[in-house]
């Protein structure tokens, strides 16, 4: 199935569900389920489940957190030097035959070591993107009104205490939240004019912690250097964002300084494997009348 609409019929016997991305639970479905104990979305984000009223009905709701940890991190440092060091620019140019030959199209290029890395949300992923950094000889500076006291000497990194000052010093921000009222656009017009002039954004957490059309206009304007987005409010994207338009766009001056990926920055054969088997124990252990493992609710 592909979606909600498609699964409506067959919900209401079940003892288990177990979902992707893909597809939503909402009051549609949730209010069919007669005897199910529990869902469990296969990967990090649950923000596809209408998990509060799963609890209201006496249904647990889990998720996998830990599967892609390594590999979106992977990929939000991937992200991160293809843009920092010029590599996308240059590569973009040359095949279009438009580059010269040598670093003379794009000068502003910075050793990485000493520059700040700043992470909004020191979970799993954001505490593996921060040892990353650190490997790379970057400052890691975070914001997480939820991290432990004492994290920041676990990792080796600094907090910030609020966001202004997470942004005011940061050179790549990498979002590594989850997707909540409290995160929607947490990236947006306002607090990317507090980056310094010239850093750069890449997201590899959720489409919606990041207002794209907001980085559009920064990289436009300069402000951003560029950007690194693997992930979008809507997936696939329709064509007719003037986000996705402009990527697209050769002639669009952010045009070479935009990378965009299909929702990638998890996937590893390893990862889905783990995910697929993590998924699929847990509803056993519930079925067999153990306690759930990565409760979200």
């Not at 993107?129 to 676990?154: C, E, I, N, S």
């Given at each position: 199935?592909?979606?909600?609409?498609?699964?409506?019929?067959?919900v209401a016997?079940?003892?288990?569900?177990?979902?992707?991305?893909?597809?939503?639970?909402?009051?549609?479905?949730?209010?069919?389920?007669?005897?199910?104990?529990?869902?469990?979305?296969?990967?990090?984000?649950?923000?596809?489940?209408?998990?509060?009223?799963?609890?209201?009905?006496?249904?647990?709701?889990?998720n996998v957190?830990?599967?892609?940890?390594?590999?979106?991190?992977?990929?939000?440092?991937?992200?991160?030097?293809?843009?920092?060091?010029?590599?996308?620019?240059?590569?973009?140019?040359?095949?279009?035959?438009?580059?010269?030959?040598?670093?003379?199209?794009?000068?502003?290029?910075?050793?990485?070591?000493?520059?700040?890395?700043?992470?909004?949300?020191?979970?799993?992923?954001?505490?593996?993107?921060?040892?990353?950094?650190?490997?790379?000889?970057?400052?890691?500076?975070?914001?997480?009104?939820?991290?432990?006291?004492?994290?920041?000497?676990?990792?080796?990194?600094?907090?910030?205490?609020?966001?202004?000052?997470?942004?005011?010093?940061?050179?790549?921000?990498?979002?590594?939240?989850?997707?909540?009222?409290?995160?929607?656009?947490?990236?947006?017009?306002?607090?990317?004019?507090?980056?310094?002039?010239?850093?750069?954004?890449?997201?590899?957490?959720?489409?919606?912690?990041?207002?794209?059309?907001?980085?559009?206009?920064?990289?436009?304007?300069?402000?951003?250097a560029g950007?690194?987005?693997?992930?979008?409010?809507?997936?696939?994207?329709?064509?007719?964002?003037?986000?996705?338009?402009?990527?697209?766009?050769?002639?669009?001056?952010?045009?070479?300084?935009?990378?965009?990926?299909?929702?990638?920055?998890?996937?590893?054969?390893?990862?889905?494997?783990?995910?697929?088997?993590?998924?699929?124990?847990?509803?056993?252990?519930?079925?067999?009348?153990?306690?759930?493992?990565?409760?979200?609710?």
């Amino acid at each position: 199935a592909t979606s909600e609409e498609e699964v409506l019929e067959g919900v209401a016997d079940a003892d288990a569900i177990l979902l992707y991305h893909l597809i939503s639970l909402t009051k549609k479905s949730i209010s069919r389920l007669e005897k199910c104990r529990l869902i469990v979305r296969a990967g990090v984000g649950y923000d596809n489940v209408d998990w509060k009223l799963a609890r209201e009905r006496g249904i647990d709701v889990c998720n996998v957190p830990d599967y892609g940890t390594e590999d979106v991190a992977d990929s939000a440092i991937g992200l991160m030097l293809s843009l920092t060091r010029g590599i996308h620019f240059h590569n973009s140019r040359l095949r279009r035959g438009l580059g010269q030959w040598g670093y003379s199209e794009y000068p502003a290029v910075s050793r990485l070591r000493g520059r700040t890395f700043g992470i909004i949300g020191l979970g799993r992923i954001g505490t593996a993107a921060a040892l990353r950094a650190k490997a790379l000889g970057m400052k890691v500076v975070f914001y997480d009104p939820y991290a432990r006291d004492g994290m920041d000497k676990a990792v080796g990194a600094q907090r910030a205490e609020t966001m202004a000052e997470l942004f005011a010093q940061t050179h790549v921000l990498s979002p590594h939240c989850p997707l909540t009222s409290e995160t929607r656009h947490i990236v947006n017009a306002d607090t990317i004019a507090r980056l310094p002039k010239g850093s750069y954004v890449v997201n590899t957490a959720r489409g919606g912690v990041v207002d794209v059309e907001a980085i559009l206009d920064a990289v436009t304007s300069g402000q951003l250097a560029g950007a690194g987005i693997d992930v979008l409010e809507t997936e696939p994207p329709s064509g007719e964002e003037p986000f996705i338009q402009a990527w697209r766009d050769p002639e669009h001056p952010a045009h070479d300084r935009i990378i965009v990926n299909p929702h990638t920055a998890f996937y590893c054969e390893e990862g889905l494997g783990e995910m697929r088997m993590k998924a699929v124990h847990n509803v056993a252990r519930v079925l067999r009348g153990e306690a759930p493992r990565n409760l979200v609710n």
